[in-house]
C-alpha cells in the first residue's frame, strides 16, 4: 500500500487521475448521457452562471456549456489534476472560452458567496466524508433562488446482481478485505436521508426524480474494458494477479446468459435531486 492509499482523498485524486483519458470513453457513454440528462432537469438559463462539481471529464460541463451559451460561464472543479488537465484540454479542443476547469476540492470551495446561478454534482456526493459541511458550501456559493442539481445511486440491475456478490466471494475466498474507493460518510444516502441535510443547508423547494438509461455493450471484451474505466475498475485492479486470472474467465463466462442479438444491456438508475436557495 503506498501513502496515498492511506490517505482517503489522495487515493480518490490517484484513481481519477489514472482513469482520466479513458473514463466514460469506452462502451456506452453513460455519464455524458446522465450529465445531459441532469443538465435537462435543471432550468439553465442563457447567460448563466454555473458550476460543476467533480466534473470529471465534463459529463455536465459540457451540456452544462451549452445551455449557457457564450454570454454564460461554466466552471468544473475536480480533485484529480490528470482529469482537470484532459477536461481543459477537451475546452480548449472546443474554443469554448467561457468554459474552465480547476483543480479544487469540493469540501473546500474557494468561490466567493452568491457567485453561481446552478451548481451541478453528477456521480460524487458519496465521495464527501463531510456532506452537510459540503452541502453547506454548496448553497454559500449559490445566488438567491440558486438551484442545486445531485444525483444519488438508486438500486442497480437485478439483471446484474451477481457480479458485486461475485466480486465479494472472491475477496472472502482470498480473505482480504474490499477495498474501499468511496469513503463518504453515506454511501447508501437515500432521498429522505438526504433531502433533509439539503434542507439544513438552507436550500427549499426540493424535489426529485428517477432518471434510468439502458447501455448496450457490444459484446463482452467492451462490457469487461468499460468496467476498467469508472470506479467498479478499483475492486478489478486491487485483486492480487491469481484472483484476477480466476475471476475474470469466470465472469465472461457467466455474462454469456445475459447475451442479447445486440450484446449486453445493463440498465442504470439514479435519483436527481434539485433544491433551490
Ligand atoms: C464518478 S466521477 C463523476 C464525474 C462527473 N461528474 C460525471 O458525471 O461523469 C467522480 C469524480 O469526482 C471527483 N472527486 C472525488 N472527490 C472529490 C472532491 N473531494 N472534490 C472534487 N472532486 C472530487 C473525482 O476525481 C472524479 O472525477
Not at 93 to 101: F, I
Request: aromatic share 10%; hydrophobic share 40%; proline share 5%.
Amino acid at each position: 500500500m503506498n501513502a496515498d492509499e492511506n490517505d482517503p482523498k489522495a487515493r480518490v485524486a490517484a484513481f481519477y487521475s489514472r482513469i482520466a483519458t479513458t473514463y466514460d470513453q469506452i462502451g456506452p457513454t453513460v455519464f455524458t448521457t446522465f450529465g445531459q440528462r441532469i443538465v435537462e432537469r435543471t432550468a439553465i438559463l442563457p447567460g448563466s452562471r454555473v458550476l460543476d462539481v467533480a466534473a470529471g471529464r465534463g459529463a455536465n460541463l459540457f451540456a452544462a456549456a451549452d445551455k449557457v451559451g457564450s454570454t454564460g460561464e461554466v466552471v468544473g472543479i475536480d480533485i484529480a489534476p490528470a482529469m482537470v488537465q484532459e477536461t481543459q484540454t477537451l475546452i480548449e479542443q472546443r474554443g469554448l472560452l467561457n468554459v474552465s476547469m480547476q483543480l479544487m476540492d469540493a469540501e473546500q470551495l474557494t468561490f466567493a458567496d452568491n457567485s453561481f446561478d446552478h451548481v451541478l454534482c453528477n456521480f460524487a456526493i458519496f465521495f464527501f466524508p463531510q456532506l452537510q459541511q459540503t452541502l453547506n458550501g454548496f448553497c454559500r456559493v449559490l445566488k438567491p433562488q440558486g438551484t442545486l442539481t445531485v444525483t444519488l445511486p438508486a438500486s442497480g440491475d437485478a439483471r446484474w446482481r451477481w457480479y458485486n456478490e461475485l466480486i465479494g466471494t472472491y475477496y472472502e475466498q482470498y480473505q482480504l478485505p474490499l477495498p474501499p474507493l468511496a469513503t463518504g460518510a453515506q454511501p447508501l444516502l437515500d432521498v429522505a436521508a438526504f433531502t433533509d441535510l439539503l434542507k439544513q443547508a438552507g436550500f427549499s423547494d426540493i424535489h426529485s426524480t428517477i432518471e434510468e438509461a439502458e447501455f448496450i455493450y457490444a459484446d463482452e471484451e467492451e462490457w469487461w474494458k468499460a468496467k476498467w474505466t469508472h470506479g467498479e475498475r478499483y475492486p478489478l485492479e486491487n485483486m492480487p494477479a491469481e484472483m484476477l486470472k480466476q475471476f475474470r474467465p469466470e465472469v465472461l463466462e457467466r455474462i454469456k446468459e445475459l447475451q442479447q442479438p445486440d450484446g449486453y444491456h445493463e440498465k442504470w438508475r439514479i435519483h436527481c435531486v434539485i433544491g433551490q436557495k
